[in-house]
């Protein structure tokens, strides 16, 4: 027994250390949260130099497309017809990297249209990434002994600090097809047959005019399949919304949200997360900024699947002239998130995940024709653009 209480009195002795030492953790833990970036701006769709389609455009392997229109039940002809054609895209199993770089394939759709592709189910941190994008860059993110190996021209990730763990190559396929017989093409095509074979599972999509050769038919040979992006819609009613003036970007106290605001406001209700803050509820303590309004109904429409930005310019132009006509809804938001796992986010700036991997932006479309504009990336990126 007295050696019981003596156990326990040393405990509690040492019980203010134990709090320090804890606390002392917390703080370093606190120290190592990444950073998250988040810009905002407002603009006009009608003014000259605004960025809108510009930043639409460079935001290249996008996932996920979701817009909210507050006060309104049923979706217009228009914008049904252009979410049912967001697709199609493809599934490619064990593609060799070098088919990506034959002659045949940049003559017959990386010259003739924008085309797209991502390996698929790999991840940016630890595997080898590779990603097409639409003005004909190969980019490549390898670990340390494929990009040694390869004997490719590269340059170190800027995320792995002192001990370089991975590798970025960037392979300009409109120039190597301007000299079909160079060296360095053949160096580089011998490097993915022969030196450094290389096989992934690609997402691939193709924006074109006209009738082409289709992927499904080029690709006959390997294991190819066409997707259509998932829709998923409903209609939430008594929804409980924040209060935005255009011109008030940082939100006016008592008068009207911020852009901040409205972020995390929007995040809630794609996760259906309740805006109460019920005392009883164990899952969520979030409610809805104030100042707020209530709508009877609105409608969410999500898209999920590989979409590219010519698809999101055609929704976002819609969702603009959705004011043509009088409309009860003061704005109306799309917002689009990228593939966690892009070696890329915003034109080539070298994505990473760290965390979480997370690039994403959000338009808030007035129905003065102002818009804001909303860009967030996580720890390992760079400033959005």
Known sequence: MAQGRGEGKGRRA?????????????????????????????????????RHRHLVETHYHNYRVSFLIPECGILSKELKNLVTETGPYYFVKNLPVHELITHEFINTFVKKGSCYALTYNTNIDEDNTVALLPNGKLILSLDKDTYEET????HPSQYFGRKIMKFIVSIDLMDLSLKPDSKKYERILWSFKE???????????????????????YFCNYQIHEHQPKIAVSTVTDLQCPVLQSSELRGEPEVSCSAGELLDWLGA?????????????FISTYCCPQPSTVVAKAYLCTITGFILPEKISLLLEQLCHYFDEPKLAPWVTLSVQGFADSPVSW?????????????LYNFVIFNNQDYWLQMAVGANDDCPP
Do not use: I, Y
Not at 199 to 217: I, N, P, Q
């Open 269 to 281: 209700v794609f996760c259906d997360a309740k805006l109460n803050n019920e005392p009883n509820s």
């Open 151 to 154: 004997g490719l021209q590269g």
């Open 14 to 50: 040492r019980l203010p250390e134990v709090l320090w030492q804890g606390s002392m953790a917390t703080l370093r833990g606190l120290r190592e949260v990444p950073r998250h970036l988040l810009v905002c701006e407002k603009s006009n769709f009608g003014h000259d130099k605004s």
């Open 347 to 359: 034109r080539e700036n070298e994505h990473g995940f760290r965390k979480g991997g997370e690039h």
């Open 195 to 217: 030196k450094k074979p290389l096989k992934f599972d690609f997402l691939l999509a193709w924006h074109h005019t006209g009738v082409e050769e289709s992927m499904m038919s």
